[in-house]
């Protein structure tokens, strides 16, 4: 059901929607298009190393919020940024990764959740026959924080239908007209705002650091703070600034910092601040405090990006590596098959089965990623899954190994899968806990293409938990009713006599199966020897049986027949009584 609901899926996108059957492809398996820009810096400013790396901060931040997977993103010589993009990317996304960063400082007006307004989309119906007013209530504004100048009912009617939760309206790169008021959301998509003009740039920003919190007596306060230092000419407009701002209450005594058009912090003015020195606190931690005060570091050197050279870049070198990885795949794929029928006779082709259900829901998966995701499958991906053909055979092994420890212990098939089951279930989830925790960790550590393979690592072992309990260890309860298999068949990978058991076991409808002395039908001609009564491990009907076809195969009978169990002898009791 979850394999025909989820090609359903995929089926219906494609009529009906822009799906395929196939999935789409990263920069390394598609080729794609390579811009290399070259950082200029603004005013007197000088390119860095950390520069650099904001810069990239920021360049992923918009192409990744655009919807584009499996971009590459790097540095080249210390003082080049190349994007490489897969396929043919639109306009727009080119267009935000040739647009400089920016940072400023705009007075908060408006400020509330991040969901568009329920009625957005009525008003927006409603605005066909006359649409909102975009001019000002007034001829001129007090100061850059009058709502009623700047907040106009058709900039109110654009902040009432922006959804900042949907990442393709956190894209940013494209900064407002400085002297008008504008509608922003934060960068983590929790809230948005309307922004009154700009009164401070970046560029007046002259350091920024964080660290602990102190007070007046230079006691640290336990609390990690982002302290601010304006230039001398930026230090006069934040005292005007923080001067209006304190007086107000919320959320007009609040000012937005505001990097390439998305609010990165927007902390509220206590008092006044006339050095130019100030301390953003709040719930910060060590890594978002340094963070803050990277951003804002970065806005005391902005730069803008001449474009060096854009080329389509081909994936030749990707797809003979491509081919050679399937191939290998491939031959792994046939040593596991060849080696689980070889162990494990027509059980293996229980691993088989398995093998291809696991494959046909991480096609699945990856194709409907694919389309409701923008997810992009590449080398590194595909190596991810391969290495799950090894995660996934080890499953079934130690599931079939417990069953044939229990089948020695003198156990029925019946009463084998199910103990069995109970024992491998704890290590076959012990084993995927560990390969799934690993996998977290090498995505949220590592970049680029290594998050490629500990994505597709860790969605392997989830299927591979789906298989084996939605489909390997319900056909083994139904294979362990069918005949060929509950009496032990030679090929069918449970003989007893493989298995080296020397008890009798029970298996149904009164025949025994065992070992070499065992016979394997009650009334069995073929036998040598007697089965030993009352064996370890077998219950008292399996004990019941085990006697019945001793006496005949040694040629012995009795009226009424006398079975000893556990060294108590029974006599005179009616067929299947249980006392």
């Known amino acids: 059901m979850l394999v025909v609901a989820l090609f359903a899926s995929i089926l219906a996108g494609t009529r009906w929607s822009d799906a395929t059957l196939t999935p789409n492809l990263a920069l390394d398996l598609e080729g794609g298009t390579q811009v290399i820009l070259q950082p200029v810096p603004e005013a007197q400013g000088s390119v860095t190393s950390e520069t650099i790396n904001q810069a990239i901060a920021v360049i992923r931040q918009r192409v990744d919020a655009s919807g584009v997977a499996e971009a590459e993103i790097t540095s080249q010589g210390g003082d080049k940024i ?40 009525g008003d927006d119906a409603a605005a066909d026959d006359a649409a909102p007013s ?46 008008e008021a504008v509608v922003a959301c934060d960068l983590e998509g929790l809230a948005k ?15 920024a650091t964080s660290g602990l919190g102190t007070t007046s007596t230079g006691a640290s306060t336990g609390q990690w703070v982002v302290n601010l230092e304006f230039t001398g000419e930026g230090t006069p407009k934040f005292t005007e600034v923080t001067t209006r701002l304190a007086s107000q209450g919320e959320p007009l005594n609040q000012f937005a910092v505001v990097l390439d058009a998305l609010v990165i912090s927007a902390p509220s003015v206590n008092e006044v601040i006339p050095n130019g020195q100030a301390q953003i606190s709040g719930s910060f931690t060590r890594e978002s405090a340094a963070t803050l005060a990277n951003q804002l570091n970065f806005g005391s050197l902005p730069i803008s990006f001449e ?36 162990q494990y006779r027509t059980l293996g082709l229980v691993t088989v089965a398995s093998l291809l259900v696991a494959a046909v829901i991480t096609y699945g998966i990856i194709v409907l990623l694919s389309w409701v995701q923008g997810y992009r499958l590449s080398l590194p991906g595909v190596a991810g899954i391969i290495v799950a053909i090894g995660i996934t055979a ?14 020695r212990d003198g156990r029925s098939l019946g009463a084998a899968i199910e103990k069995g089951w109970e024992r491998a279930r704890r290590t076959i989830l012990a ?15 590592a970049v680029g293409g290594v998050r490629g393979f500990a994505f597709t690592l860790g969605l392997t072992t989830l299927v591979d938990l789906v298989v084996v309990f939605l489909f390997t260890h ?30 009798a076991r029970y298996a149904g409808r009164g025949r025994v199966a065992g ?31 085990a006697a019945r076809a001793a006496q005949a195969a040694a040629g012995r009978s009795q009226d009424p027949p006398t079975t000893v169990v556990d060294d108590e002898p029974i006599s005179g009791r009616p067929e299947g009584s249980d006392r």
């Not at 003009?197 to 920003?205: L, R, Y």
């Not at 084993?431 to 550590?445: E, H």
Request: charge should be negative; proline fraction near 8%; hydrophobic fraction near 40%.
């Open 134 to 179: 975009d001019q000002p209530t007034k001829a001129a504004p007090d100061s850059p924080s009058d709502v009623a100048y700047y907040v106009t009912p058709a900039l109110q009617a654009e902040y009432d239908a922006l959804d900042c939760t949907l990442p393709e309206n956190r894209t940013g790169g494209v900064p407002g007209n400085p002297d």
């Open 307 to 342: 474009e060096q050279s854009v080329q389509q870049i081909s994936a030749t070198l990707g797809s003979e590596q491509l081919q050679k990885g399937l191939l290998a795949g491939v031959f792994g794929l046939l040593l596991v098959v060849v080696y689980s029928l070889f």
């Open 394 to 407: 080890d499953s079934f092994i130690v599931y079939f190994e417990r069953i044939r420890d229990e089948l």
């Open 82 to 121: 190349v994007v490489g993009l897969p396929g043919r990317p639109s306009e727009e996304t080119l267009d935000l990764v040739r647009t400089s960063a920016q940072m400023e400082f705009r007075p908060v007006l408006v400020m509330g959740a991040a969901a568009a307004t329920p009625d957005a989309a």
């Open 193 to 207: 705002f309307i922004l009154g003009p700009v009164e401070i740039p970046g560029a007046d920003i002259a350091t």
């Open 515 to 545: 070992g070499p002395s065992a016979p394997t039908t009650t009334g069995s001609a073929s036998l040598r020897e007697p089965v030993a009564v009352g064996a370890s491990g077998m219950t008292i009907a399996e004990r019941r049986a």
């Open 431 to 445: 084993s995927d806990a560990v390969n799934f925790t690993a996998a977290i960790v090498l995505y949220l550590l």
């Open 474 to 503: 319900p056909l083994m309860v139904l294979l362990g009713r069918t005949r060929f298999f509950a009496e032990g068949h030679p090929a069918s990978g449970l003989d007893p006599r493989r298995l080296g058991v020397d008890t």
